[in-house]
């Protein structure tokens, strides 16, 4: 399982926010770069990046932090928010963005995620970002009624490299992860599925490790990690550890 250490980009800092609600965003680093690099010195092996920003206006928004937080880390970069053509695809990886996450526009046209699959093998994932249930789009501002596992479904035979499931109403809120949707995600599909969304402590971790959760790929974690409830090193020992044994 990989642990996900969460940069949001607004505005080029690092936030976090709650509820995916662009008011109630906390500033943690005004060096998204600096706050990267620091993430790959604790151990992490992939880093987790979204331009929230991006997200709403339907185009990249924090390019310069971006390309700084490339140009100050070697371990590969999943980068989504406002990615909804193929020419943004092409410029990310072509910039050295490992992974790209697709989400309004996986709602809106699934035949550019699967065109996207097809050219690039391996690094598209897309995103599901539910409210209820439900798929959310444009930075979680319109919530669908299309369902999260209903979504995931349609991408079954599209070579998607993963799915990121975020519950909204628990991001941000330290409120643990919805393991119950995330699995039940997981069950549907046998697209790799990345939980996101109110990871909060080393106990969330240690439930992500017992013999239900095996079927997920990852996690994402992201306010834990910034105000010191989630010990990194723990963390990615635990993991270690329970890889091993």
Not at 7 to 12: M, N, Q, R, V
Request: overall charge negative; charged content about 25%; hydrophobic content about 50%.
């Amino acid at each position: 399982m990989i642990l996900y250490p969460a940069i949001d980009l607004k505005e080029g800092r690092c936030v976090r926010l709650v509820h995916g609600d662009m008011e109630r965003a906390t500033i943690f680093n005004d060096d998204p770069a600096a706050q990267a690099a620091a993430f790959e010195r604790q151990g992490f092996s992939y880093l987790h990046v979204v331009d929230l920003d991006g997200a709403f206006a339907g185009k990249p928004m924090n390019a310069k932090a971006v390309d700084a937080i490339l140009e100050a880390v070697t371990m590969p970069v999943q980068l989504g928010g406002g990615v909804r053509d193929m020419r943004t695809v092409e410029g990310w990886l072509g910039k050295g963005v490992a992974r790209i996450i697709i989400g309004t526009a996986a709602l809106r046209d699934p035949d550019f995620v699967r065109e996207a699959a097809r050219r690039f093998p391996g690094r598209i994932a897309v995103g599901v970002d539910a409210r209820e249930g439900f798929v959310a789009i444009e930075g979680w501002a319109k919530t669908s009624a299309v369902s999260a596992v209903e979504l995931g479904r349609r991408f079954e035979d599209a070579g998607v490299a993963a799915i990121v499931y975020t519950d909204i109403m628990r991001d941000g809120a330290l409120k643990g992860l919805n393991i119950e949707a995330t699995n039940a995600l997981a069950a549907a599909i046998s697209i790799p599925v990345i939980a996101s969304g109110g990871l909060a402590s080393l106990a969330d971790v240690r439930r992500l490790l017992e013999p239900d959760c095996a079927r997920l790929a990852g996690a994402i974690t992201g306010r834990a990690l910034y105000d010191g409830r989630l010990d990194a090193k723990e963390a990615l020992a635990m993991i270690r550890a329970a890889e091993a044994a």
